[in-house]
């Protein structure tokens, strides 16, 4: 069974840097694609950013510029650099990872920001 686990969350002051890191474990297989989200408190689960096995990126509109998705395809792990934080990018943030048709779901990481 896929496990996946996200840490780096914290607490941080906009303008401040912080780098969440996702790791799946329990398969042989590459992952197709895995993806950053992000849930805050009263809104719906949005899309942050997403890495293919093929390294082809996507990204938030609001995050372009300041977030760089990055990973090793052959550990299945994938790091999440948020720069130039701001209040607004304050959630729960989870990793999503797609599998052989199947996704799968860390429990999520916080992520704060200060004004």
């Known amino acids: 069974q896929v496990q996946v686990v996200e840490s780096g969350g914290g607490l941080v002051q906009a303008g401040g840097s912080l780098r969440l890191s996702c790791a799946a474990s329990g398969t042989t297989f590459r992952a197709d694609a895995i993806g950053w989200y992000r849930q805050a408190p009263g809104k719906q689960r949005e899309m942050v950013a997403s890495i293919t096995s093929g390294g082809s990126t996507d990204y938030a509109d609001s995050v372009k510029g300041r977030f760089t998705i990055s990973g090793d395809n052959t550990k299945n792990t994938v790091y999440l650099q948020m720069n130039s934080l701001k209040p607004d990018d304050a959630a729960v943030y989870y990793c999503?990872?797609?599998?052989?048709?199947?996704?799968?779901w860390g429990q999520g990481t916080q992520v704060a920001v200060s004004s």
């Open positions: 999503n990872v797609n599998v052989r048709w199947s996704n799968y």
